[in-house]
């Protein structure tokens, strides 16, 4: 008895052997007896009764089903006595080991939080948690119990769940539609997939899975029903939970505008085999307003007005789709660089940075005749534009020439080949700016000195851009020219020879078309007709670009299929694509399909509230077996149904943050912000309201539930906004299951303990404290004491005798 007892300070006993020395009154022995008391109470006594058992708290839930439970009984419990039971999962209750489950205790969710709780209300002094770890409810980290809590990990059922069911938000009625469904599985096993479409099943699917995830398509042909709903249940071969194996998602039926194809023939054709409403037509089809639900171009941004450019790139950027596909007159070869249309693309048609050049050559033969100072820009003032944006592309060793010309003895070099270096652009720059118009059109010399110039380089590539208003007065007796009828077919003819090439702009309805066409085709460069002046400086630059680049790849090869969202799971190897125009990435755009050195030949990419696809190969010609592949009529078809979506005024975002969901509401109409509105987000029979936290933005919280998988989004009564959620069932996500055990022994101070070896728990000795039933005995002998002098102080004092007194 004595043996358990303990004393905190022992050393205060040392003042009971002052006692005996203290004066001696009335009543001394209770006095000295509550003293004494007193003193050791102050020494803190306390009597301890050491426990060598723990309450066991056994998960029950639907992860586990009766795996806990029988190792439970199987374990070697070296106990003094039988240990209190406990059976938890959405709830606890106290049992006995050998009792099963009571049916009125739900297995769907497991608390640990809970069951912490619970045993932390006993008496127990340590427990054994035997658990997956996984949580559907609560927070065990931040409910440890001031207990000693061992833990025992045991692995939870092997399950094959479907993940999620992936499908697009919309499609028009007769399309052809593919849905996903997400597999995740711990086994291997064959499954069957059941999908079923607006409660109409699809053939099932029989499949073989690996352990991890597999993705399952499937595809049905789009009614005329307001919306689709799409299902999918799956079955094993193996005995695993059936909680998870179901998802059902929905799809808007919209009755889409048509798409606009203009002189593409053989994309058109591909999308009609896609069910899509398709219009031919040329650039005249540009007019406001664009009531397409997408746009396919090849052509030349020569054969458009600004007009038409601002145009396209403003249905873009206000939530048109946009794909410019490849052809003789697409992207680096039609004249796209720096128009607006360009910077609404996934690509740069400019390769400065992305290839390996040879040395080049280039001349600019200018006319500054008087007729150049006509019109508002004036004519002279655009070609400096172009000129300049020529000089801006160039490399520093790139040899840069201007030539100007009007009557034959003005013709003059505003600056002679030179390396663009710094300091020659800045010089050239300056020459150009400083040029102005003056007399008639006399080509000749210029052209000439141009040739003579350019064979005296070592340049491997020589090229000349002879840019004029007018009618060309050589051979004529004005302006110095000599009265002798230029050839100039043959000067062209004979620099290309030579390895100079020769291309012409005709700018203006008075130019000397029919001339300065023969000279590019007898200089084996190209021809230009710029009747809107204002689309000149892009002319120049294209011109440059097409001159001194490489732009066309052809060579025949395989190019690679990249993993994307847009990308069929299933789609294999592509064969063979013949050739495609070389471009660069933009930073943020995406590469689905890309080519040699990883240039882009499918790409996509988000401008503004719209999107936008670049597709560097031309079906017409160039695709090879690329073109005729029977994956790429789906591949592209998937493309354009991506550039049809259209912003909805209210866009949700929705994410996963521990057991909420967060979502995220942009509020755009018209391309304006709409703020102060009222927004309430409904899941599951939950609701809350949305807070404004940025113009156009609102967001939300809503705690994730088993019972549905749509959140849905109202103003007022009115439907905003819908979305599909997917929430792996936590009951069955153990992700890091094993670790939370791990966390709540070594935070408790218990232990992780083998289900291998006897479990022999050393909990806390039961303690209980002395002193205060010491110090209170003490209190009431001095109490005691007190009364007692108090009364005797009231009692009548005896009188001495007589016999005394003598």
Request: aromatic share 8%.
């Amino acid at each position: 008895m004595l043996a358990n007892l303990s004393l905190s300070w022992p050393w205060i006993l040392l003042s009971l052997l002052a006692l005996p020395f203290l004066r001696r009154k009335p009543f001394w022995g209770l006095r000295y007896a509550g003293l004494g008391l007193l003193l050791v109470s102050l020494s803190q006594p306390s009597f301890v009764q050491p426990s060598k058992t723990a309450a066991l708290l056994i998960d029950v839930s639907d992860s586990l089903a009766n795996k806990a439970l029988d190792l439970s009984r199987e374990l070697k419990l070296d106990f003094e006595r039988q240990p209190d039971v406990y059976y938890f999962a959405s709830d606890v209750t106290e049992t006995r080991l050998e009792e099963d489950i009571p049916g009125f205790l739900s297995t769907s969710q497991t608390d640990i939080a809970k069951a912490l709780q619970v045993v932390q209300a006993s008496d127990n002094q340590r427990a054994l948690l035997i658990s997956d770890g996984a949580e559907s409810l609560g927070e065990a980290l931040r409910a440890l119990p001031n207990i000693p809590v061992d833990t025992l990990y045991v692995p939870s059922q092997a399950n094959t769940r479907l993940v999620s069911l992936v499908a697009p938000d919309s499609v028009s009625p007769g399309e052809t539609v593919e849905a996903t469904a997400v597999i995740e599985s711990d086994m291997a096993t064959t499954l069957t997939l059941a999908p079923s479409i607006n409660g109409t099943p699809l053939s099932p699917i029989v499949q073989d899975i690996p352990a991890g995830r597999s993705a399952i398509p499937f595809r049905f042909q789009a009614g005329d029903t307001a919306t689709i709903d799409v299902s999918a249940q799956l079955s094993t071969s193996s005995v695993q939970p059936v909680q998870d194996d179901a998802q059902t998602s929905f799809i808007s039926v919209n009755n889409r505008s048509p798409v606009l194809v203009i002189d593409d023939p053989a994309m058109a054709n591909l999308l009609r085999t896609q069910n899509f409403d398709v219009i031919e037509s040329g650039p005249e089809a540009v007019v406001s307003p664009l009531e397409y639900s997408a746009i396919i171009l090849r052509d030349s941004a020569s054969k458009f007005t600004t007009g038409q450019l601002e145009l396209l790139e403003s249905y873009v950027v206000n939530g048109g789709g946009l794909m410019m596909t490849g052809g003789p007159e697409s992207f680096g070869f039609g004249a796209w660089y720096r128009t607006p249309v360009e910077s609404v693309l996934p690509v740069n048609t400019d390769l400065r940075t992305e290839v390996d050049l040879p040395l080049v050559g280039l001349v600019i033969v200018l006319d500054r005749s008087q007729s150049m100072s006509t019109g508002s820009p004036s004519k002279i003032d655009l070609a400096k534009e172009g000129a300049i944006s020529v000089v801006d592309l160039a490399y520093k060793d790139d040899l840069l020439g201007m030539i100007v010309f009007s009557d034959a003895a003005s013709t003059e070099w505003a600056f002679k080949l030179r390396r663009a270096t710094d300091q020659g652009k800045r010089e050239m720059l300056n020459a150009i700016l400083a040029l102005e118009t003056e007399g008639g059109t006399v080509l000749q010399p210029a052209y000439e000195q141009a040739i003579q110039s350019l064979q005296q380089t070592q340049a491997s590539i020589k090229h000349i851009i002879i840019l004029s208003d007018g009618k060309l007065y050589d051979g004529g007796n004005v302006f110095g020219a000599t009265g002798q009828i230029v050839d100039f077919e043959a000067v062209a003819k004979a620099a290309l020879d030579l390895g100079i090439t020769s291309s012409t702009i005709a700018i203006g309805d008075g130019a000397d078309f029919e001339r300065l066409s023969a000279i590019a085709a007898a200089g084996g460069g190209r021809y230009y007709e710029a009747l809107n002046v204002t689309t000149l400086p892009q002319i120049f630059t294209n011109e440059a670009l097409t001159a001194t680049r490489s732009l066309l790849r052809e060579e025949a090869f395989s190019p690679n299929i990249r993993t994307h969202p847009l990308i069929p799971n299933a789609i294999g190897s592509a064969p063979s694509l013949n050739a495609y125009i070389a471009t660069s990435l933009k930073e943020n755009a995406e590469t689905l399909v890309d080519g040699l050195q990883g240039e882009p030949i499918l790409a996509v990419h988000r401008q503004g509230l719209g999107r936008s696809a670049a597709l560097t190969t031309d079906l017409n010609s160039w695709a090879g077996q690329f073109g005729t592949w029977q994956a790429t009529p789906s591949l592209l078809g998937t493309v354009v149904r991506w550039l049809q979506a259209r912003p909805v005024s209210y866009a949700a975002e929705v994410n996963r943050e521990s057991q909420s969901w967060h979502v995220v509401v942009d509020a755009v109409k018209d391309g304006k912000y709409l703020n102060n509105e009222t927004l309430e987000l409904r899941y599951g029979g939950q609701s809350a309201n949305f807070e404004q936290v940025a113009p156009g933005r609102y967001e939300a919280y809503v705690p994730i539930t088993a019972d549905s998988n749509t959140l849905v989004v109202v103003d007022g009564e009115e439907v905003v906004a819908r979305k599909q959620v997917y929430s792996q069932n936590a009951e069955f996500d153990t992700t890091g299951g094993e670790e939370t055990l791990k966390q709540i022994a070594l935070r408790t101070g218990g232990k992780v303990i083998s289900a291998t070896d006897p479990y022999s728990p050393l909990a806390p000795a039961n303690k209980t404290e002395l002193w205060p039933y010491l110090a209170a005995l003490a209190f009431l002998l001095f109490m005691l004491e007190l009364f007692l002098r108090r009364f005797a102080e009231f009692l009548p004092q005896r009188k001495p005798s007589q016999g005394a007194r003598a």
